[in-house]
């Protein structure tokens, strides 16, 4: 079996030790990696050798972002150089990656890739603050959605009767400006305001730091004051004390 | 810092490679591990150390499983023991695997834990498929459910609407058996039988096999013949070809 020469890694949340084995291999290996954001990506990518090509392709602190196609037509040029390439991204690649942009760059340009999976940040915060994802009978769904569109705004689409469901976990990434104004859509939906919130910021760096409290409670705490880091909002029965707590 | 006696450790799905750096060292430093299903679990088992003691908890093919509250029992007995106890579970802990019961009966008796996450079937066979599991504009949600109840029959409290959304990714775990039914009942409720379905068996495994098809088809496959081994089945917009495919 060989390795294709472009592999999208997951990062996962940004501590070395949550990558997986296989990411680590990939990284220590690449020629070339591509990353979004050095904030997220600084510890997982000092695994890369010294004289590894180390290119940002994202979002820096007060400068606008590559367009989507910027970044994709960077990587095919960088895939057809045959140098080994890594395509890092924070979390789980799949999730909320624009993953299906790049592949879809790569396979019309007829270049093999392989996709490396990671622990996504609503996995990450669960395990941080001791919690299951589901819970028996009370969460039996768990949902993943995005908190801001393309152009930073709360995507239109959103189905709202899945997401105002208190037997559902939902986890909201990339939420933090958005989700004061998704709660109160959620809640006017149906959903309990007093629904068991855990709001998670820098999730996986020791500067992590874990807020409890209810949906209506954790929307008024980032309307007050949104937190600088990366944040991940989950909420849902999963999220409260249990039957024994 | 120190190490909590307890881990609950994320298996991913059964290839060693993707475990996390964390959970291979939680394996390779424990004296006892607790695990549910020796075919899924037997590679990763493989990193502990010879002499740590391997319990089976989980059901064993043809035997009828240990009651939950019995293997909750049953950890909070070896940790008391103040021995250093890994329980293992496939993919990530927090999604489907009644982390919630054991975490609960460990609160209960004062016993300290950590959770390492794992990588979860639905990401891990979405890598393997060279899909993303989120795709813009198309695919903005996604939801894991699982096919059976505690009983094995398909969990009654579905929040169908939810689940018959072809603009959601669903990944729905352990529904070989009743994907037909609930295929049929999303078809009913207006999914497009006719939606993208990926069929993922074995995933992490080398027989792994990943059949791609409609929802229609990928229904009347598994009502012809049940895969033998663990299945996951993913199905939404995302897991069609792309826009360059």
Redesign the interface.
């Known amino acids: 079996v060989t390795t294709p020469p472009v592999a999208f890694v997951g990062a ?1 949340p940004g501590d ?7 990411a ?2 990939r990284i220590e290996a690449a020629e070339v990696v591509l990353y979004d954001d050095l904030a997220a990506s600084g510890p997982v990518l000092g695994l890369a050798r010294a004289r590894a090509e180390k290119v940002a392709v994202g979002k820096r602190a007060g400068r606008p972002s590559p367009r989507q196609d910027a970044v994709s037509a960077l990587l095919v040029a960088y895939a057809r150089t045959g140098r080994r390439v890594v395509r890092l991204k924070a979390g ?10 790049e ?3 790569l ?2 340009a007829g270049l093999p ?8 940040a609503a ?2 915060a ?3 603050a ?7 009978v009370a969460a ?7 908190g801001h569109d ?1 152009d930073g705004r709360l ?1 239109g ?3 709202l ?2 997401l105002a ?1 208190p ?2 976990t939902t986890a909201v990434f990339m939420g933090k400006a958005t989700f004061p104004a998704l709660a109160a859509r959620l809640i006017a939906e149906g959903l309990p305001a007093d629904t068991p919130a855990l709001l998670a910021e820098n999730v996986g760096a020791p500067d992590r730091r874990l807020d409890r409290g209810t949906v209506a409670e954790i929307a008024a705490r980032l309307a007050e004051a949104p937190p600088s880091g990366p944040c991940v909002i989950l909420y849902g029965a ?1 999220m409260g004390p ?4």
């Open positions: 996962g070395p030790e949550l990558l997986t084995v296989r680590v291999k789980d690649p799949g999730v909320f990656g624009r993953l299906d942009e592949i879809a760059a396979r019309a890739f392989e996709i490396v999976p990671g622990i996504n996995a990450a669960a395990a941080e001791g919690a299951s994802l589901t819970r028996r039996r769904r768990l949902q993943f959605v995005t393309v995507p689409d959103l189905r009767s899945a469901d037997g559902a999963a249990g039957e024994d707590a």
